[in-house]
């Protein structure tokens, strides 16, 4: 909560939407004080944006304009906007595959979060999971971080470590990850809800 007013969510995704479901359905739970105000994906058929209309939520697709990898210089301000509209306290990407540049970053200092599927500052990048495998770690996990303009560099918020196990292949570990992810998003997003968080600098603690 935030000053008795419920804290407001804005949720960014490109795909199947499950950290979403899982911050939706600690909400439902009660455990999550917060709602989602908005969902916006960079792609039309999403399946985020089916999870947040069968729920109810408010859900766009914003054309995301002429690049692969980032919001282009029309779409940057449109998704500003539908944000700053939606008066969201936090923005939280989940599976969003885009890089956020510094007018985006700048609208909302310190309040844009991601979950990435690695023990960060480890396999930052694209199929984390696979770079864990590929590279012979035991232990693996995913991390909540603050979002600066760099590649998954910022303050660290949360870690839940995942085992790599025998036999495991690509898609058993990511499953595994996203387990975790799913316990740990709502968690971390409850602990900036209800003002349990301290930044400085890099240091971060959630209590
Ligand atoms: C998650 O594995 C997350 O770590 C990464 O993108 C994936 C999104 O999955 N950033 P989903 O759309 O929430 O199921």
Redesign the pocket.
Same mark, same amino acid.
């Given at each position: 909560m935030n000053g008795g007013k419920p804290f407001r969510l804005g949720v960014l995704?490109s795909?199947?939407?499950?950290?979403?479901v899982a911050l939706a359905d600690a909400i439902a739970a009660g455990t999550l004080p917060a709602q989602v105000a908005l969902v916006i994906s960079d792609v039309a058929d999403a399946?985020?944006l089916q999870h947040a209309r069968s729920r109810g939520i408010a859900a766009e697709f914003l054309p995301p304009g002429k690049f692969r990898t980032k919001l282009d210089e029309d779409a940057e301000p449109a998704y500003v906007r539908r944000l700053q509209e939606a008066q969201v306290d936090l923005v939280v990407l989940?599976?969003f595959m885009r890089v956020l540049k510094s007018d985006f970053l700048r609208a909302f200092p310190q309040r844009i979060i991601? &979950?990435?599927?690695s023990l960060l500052p480890a396999f930052p990048g694209l199929e984390a999971w696979k770079q864990a495998l590929d590279y012979g770690v035991k232990f693996t996990g995913?991390t909540v971080h603050f979002v600066d303009d760099g590649v998954d560099s910022g303050p660290i918020l949360g870690q839940e470590v995942v085992p790599v196990l025998p036999g495991d292949t690509a898609a058993t570990l990511?499953a595994r &990850?996203?387990q975790a992810?799913h316990r740990l998003y709502p968690a971390t997003v409850a602990a900036l809800a209800c003002g349990r968080v301290q930044v400085a600098g890099r240091q971060v603690v959630c209590r």
């Open positions: 995704g795909g199947k939407g499950s950290n979403f399946g985020i989940a599976g991601n &979950i990435h599927p995913c990511h &990850i996203q992810e």
